[in-house]
C-alpha cells in the first residue's frame, strides 16, 4: 500500500509569510501527526489530528495551526514565519494514533 | 511531563549486540514507550513498543524495568546498514515526549 506522502517536499519562504503543507497518510489510518525536526531542538511533537478533531497539541505558539478533512488527509498552517521557523516538518499516520506511527519524508522549510 | 534523555552516540562493530538506554523518569501509568530509527533524509521508523517488562520482534528487543523510568532497546548482531539515529518516545496521552536521539555508527 503508498505510504505517507507530503507535499510540497521542499519550500522556500520570507519572513512574515505564510506557508501550508499537506499530509496525505496512509489509506484507512485516521490518525495524523506533525512533528518538527531541526538540528538543534531535535523532533519535537506539534500537533494530532484524529476523526478531523485536533486531539493533542505541544507546546507550540497559536502561529502554528492544523486540520484535518474527512478522508483524513491533513494540512499544516505556519503564519507569519520567522527565521526559526527553519525545519524540516514531519507527518506521521496511524490507525489509532497510539500505535506504530508512519512518518512520511517530509517538508523541509527554509524561512529567508 | 516525561522528559527522555539518551546517550548522544555509540560505536559499535558489526556482529556485535547493541544496546541504548533511554531515561524516562516522569513517565506516567497510561504513557507506552517506543522507538524509531532515522536514517538521512528520511523520517523516522518505528522499530518496537512497549509498556512493560520485556517485548521482542524480529528486529529488536525492548526491557523496561519494573519501576519504567528506564528503557533499554537491543539491537542483536548490528550491521553497517543500522548506522542511523535512534529516538525514544514517551507516548502519553496528551503528549509525545522524542528523545534527542543516539547517533550509533557500526563500523566493519
Known amino acids: 500500500k503508498a505510504g505517507v506522502t507530503q507535499t510540497p517536499r521542499y519550500l522556500i519562504k520570507t519572513r512574515g509569510q505564510q506557508v501550508t503543507l499537506s499530509c496525505s497518510p496512509i489509506?484507512?489510518?485516521?490518525?495524523v501527526s506533525w512533528y518538527q525536526q531541526t538540528p538543534g531542538q531535535g523532533l519535537q511533537f506539534l500537533f494530532e489530528?484524529?476523526?478531523?478533531?485536533?486531539?493533542n497539541k505541544g507546546n507550540f505558539p497559536g502561529r502554528f495551526s492544523g486540520r484535518q478533512f474527512s478522508n483524513s488527509r491533513s494540512e499544516m498552517n505556519v503564519s507569519t514565519l520567522e527565521l526559526g521557523d527553519s525545519a524540516l516538518y514531519l507527518c506521521?499516520?496511524?490507525?489509532?494514533?497510539?500505535?506504530?506511527?508512519?512518518f512520511g519524508p517530509g517538508t523541509r522549510l527554509t524561512v529567508t | 511531563l516525561a522528559k527522555t534523555t539518551q546517550p548522544i552516540s555509540m560505536d559499535s562493530y558489526e556482529g556485535q549486540e547493541v544496546n541504548i538506554t533511554c531515561s524516562h523518569n516522569?513517565?506516567?501509568?497510561?504513557?507506552?514507550i517506543t522507538w524509531y530509527q532515522q536514517f538521512p533524509s528520511q523520517g523516522p521508523r518505528f522499530i518496537i513498543q512497549?509498556?512493560?517488562t520485556k517485548v521482542t520482534n524480529e528486529v529488536a528487543s525492548l526491557f523496561i524495568p519494573a519501576d519504567r523510568k528506564s528503557s533499554t532497546l537491543s539491537l542483536p548482531r548490528v550491521s553497517l546498514s543500522d548506522t542511523a539515529v535512534y529516538y525514544c518516545?514517551?507516548?502519553?496521552?496528551?503528549?509525545?515526549?522524542f528523545g534527542a536521539g543516539t547517533r550509533l555508527a557500526v563500523h566493519p
Open positions: 506521521a499516520s496511524s490507525l489509532q494514533g497510539r500505535d506504530e506511527q508512519y
Open positions: 489509506s484507512g489510518h485516521r490518525s
Open positions: 489530528y484524529f476523526s478531523e478533531t485536533q486531539r
Open positions: 516522569n513517565i506516567a501509568t497510561n504513557d507506552y
Open positions: 512497549g509498556y512493560k
Open positions: 518516545l514517551v507516548d502519553g496521552y496528551n503528549k509525545l515526549i
